[in-house]
């Protein structure tokens, strides 16, 4: 990017990853249109930087033909006393693949936090109905799952506990684990 003239000069790859035609005149009101709306004021608070700080650096979102992509950018000022004009020279990736894997990661995390939490309330606890109050509660936050069942054997016969002021819509009674299915 030329700061004198407002000029951009994009390489192949970023014509690319933005669904553009090479002939399609590039302006900073063109780029800031793809970025997602939600992302646009932190890029706009990264390019402002600049003037600070000497450089840019930017995880974002960015709107190509209604598809959402991840991108990273990151950027150097060169003073134009050095280099005869002022210009800013960046890189940018597509790292859409590697943030959906993150969420998965975190969502992951998350999962095994709320099992560690559960372990960590029924560990000292041998009542069932509390265990079993513990495991739906868990279930619920991680599922949105309004009603489970859990069956224990109880005397020699399977039955489904329900906590105790709970809408009981449908009772099972099963003699052995064979009855269950599914």
């Known amino acids: 990017y030329l700061c004198d003239t407002g000029e951009y000069h994009w390489s192949d790859e970023v014509y690319r990853l933005y669904r553009l035609k090479k002939s399609e005149p590039l302006t900073g009101d063109l780029f800031l249109s793809k970025v997602h709306p939600e992302d646009l004021e932190m890029v706009c608070a990264a390019y402002d930087q600049v003037a600070k700080t000497g450089g840019y650096h930017v995880i ?61 309330e029924t560990t000292n606890t041998t009542e069932l109905e509390s265990i079993v109050a513990s495991a739906k509660r868990t279930i619920r936050e991680r599922m949105d799952v309004v009603m489970i069942g859990v069956f224990v054997r109880r005397e020699g016969e399977i039955v489904r506990i329900i906590p105790k002021g709970t809408y009981n819509p449908q009772t099972f009674l099963f003699l052995d684990e064979k009855d269950y299915v599914g």
């Open 60 to 120: 974002h979102r960015a709107v190509v033909r209604d598809k959402v992509k991840w991108l990273e950018q990151t950027g150097r000022y060169y003073e134009g006393e050095q280099y005869g004009r002022p210009f800013l020279l960046g890189t940018v990736q597509e790292i859409t693949r590697l943030k959906e894997r993150q969420n998965r990661l975190e969502a992951r995390e998350q999962d095994f936090a709320a099992i560690n939490r559960y372990l960590s």
